[in-house]
T-cell receptor, first 114, second 117 residues
Framework: EAGVVQSPRYKIIEKKQPVAFWCNPI?????LYWYRQNLGQGPELLIR????????DSQLPKDRFSAERLKGVDSTLKIQPAELGDSAVYLC????????????FGPGTRLLVL | AQKVTQAQTEISVVEKEDVTLDCVYE???????LFWYKQPPSGELVFLIR??????QNEISGRYSWNFQKSTSSFNFTITASQVVDSAVYFC??????????????FGKGTKLSVIP
């Protein structure tokens, strides 16, 4: 069974440019999560989807970040415009359902903003 | 609010040595789940184990073992006869069971393990 797929794996952009990350969860997983992991830290949740509904985006910086999960499968996370402080690894995870289901993570997208 | 502390930032061991990674947590919830994840240099977080707060039985899986002690709020992870492939950052995480925050994993800062051949 394929795991969580993310692309691109690496992205280097200049500040004020837009950037987008794509995630394809494990087949059949209804819940999808986006995390941000700063250097030397554990991941921190940005947004959680149950099917196509964003049920918790309280930690998403809404002035520049947006996300969507059309048709309840793939998801895209966008930053516009990017700032230097956005340099981090952006991880996508999925689980069968919400609650205490184990979350399975993708390889992440490493973003560097210059 | 939940908190997970991994006091060991970096550990280096020589291959075949045993190593224990410490994890101490804080939560007001009476029921919760604890996790360990491995993050190799490739970046992907690999799920290792999930433990229910009701189940304090220790678990062994090959060279890996976990010691859960509710009395000290600790969930330590031991690798026996370490191998170079064990080199990675290991994260301990916590989520409450049930309620509004039950989906949200709170991670520690991770322990970087280097196994020297």
């Amino acid at each position: 069974e394929a795991g969580v797929v993310q692309s691109p794996r690496y992205k280097i952009i200049e500040k004020k440019q837009p950037v987008a990350f794509w995630c394809n969860p494990i087949s059949g997983h209804n819940t999808l999560y986006w995390y941000r992991q700063n250097l030397g830290q554990g991941p921190e949740l940005l947004i959680r989807y149950e099917n196509e509904e964003a049920v918790d985006d309280s930690q998403l910086p809404k002035d520049r970040f947006s996300a969507e999960r059309l048709k309840g499968v793939d998801s895209t996370l966008k930053i516009q415009p990017a700032e230097l402080g956005d340099s981090a690894v952006y991880l996508c995870a999925s689980s069968l359902d919400t609650g205490v289901e184990t979350q399975y993570f993708g390889p992440g997208t490493r973003l560097l903003v210059l | 609010a939940q908190k997970v502390t991994q006091a060991q930032t970096e550990i280096s061991v020589v291959e075949k040595e045993d190593v224990t990674l410490d994890c101490v947590y804080e939560t007001r919830d009476t029921t919760y789940y604890l996790f360990w994840y491995k993050q190799p240099p490739s970046g992907e977080l690999v799920f290792l184990i999930r433990r229910n707060s009701f189940d304090e039985q220790n678990e062994i899986s090959g060279r890996y073992s976990w010691n859960f002690q509710k009395s000290t709020s600790s969930f330590n992870f031991t690798i026996t006869a370490s191998q170079v492939v064990d080199s990675a950052v290991y994260f301990c995480a916590l989520t409450p069971r049930g309620g509004a925050g039950s989906y949200q994993l709170t991670f520690g800062k991770g322990t970087k393990l280097s196994v020297i051949p």
